[in-house]
């Protein structure tokens, strides 16, 4: 199983980025995709997690009302839809994955599937 996340860059404050993350090597359909960051210096942080099977979104608080997550157009992927983006953002992306859904979503170590990371950078 590889997760492959793209869709990373340089955004201004206020702007948008979309980022992507795709699951292959899988026959099953995976329930449960999330976003992790973590800025230089700082720990992992979750940012939102999606569940295929209840279709629903999780978000945590420091994004909500800014970023959106959802099923992408492939089958096991994802899309992170980032809008008004602040500093504060600037961090590395990661993708995870795991085939059940898990109630402790936000909690990295509940993830057996990771990407490699992508860069996001927002000036001010």
């Known amino acids: 199983v590889q997760l492959q996340a793209s869709g990373g860059g340089l955004a201004q404050t206020g702007g948008s980025l979309r980022l992507s993350c795709t699951a292959s090597?899988?026959?099953?359909?995976?329930?449960?995709m999330a976003w992790f960051r973590q800025a230089a210096g700082k720990e992992r942080e979750y940012v939102a997690a999606?569940?295929?099977?209840?279709?629903?979104?999780y978000l945590a608080d420091s994004v909500k009302g800014r970023f959106t997550i959802a099923r992408g157009s492939a089958k096991n992927s994802a899309d992170l839809r980032m809008n008004d983006l602040k500093p504060e953002d600037t961090a590395v992306y990661y993708c995870?994955?795991?085939?059940?859904?898990?109630?402790?979503?936000?909690?990295?170590?509940?993830?057996?599937?990771w990407g490699q990371g992508t860069l996001v950078t927002v000036s001010s």
């Open positions: 090597g899988l026959t099953e359909t995976v329930d449960a």
């Open positions: 999606f569940s295929r099977s209840r279709n629903r979104a």
């Open positions: 995870a994955a795991r085939r059940i859904w898990n109630v402790q979503y936000y909690n990295p170590d509940v993830y057996d599937q």
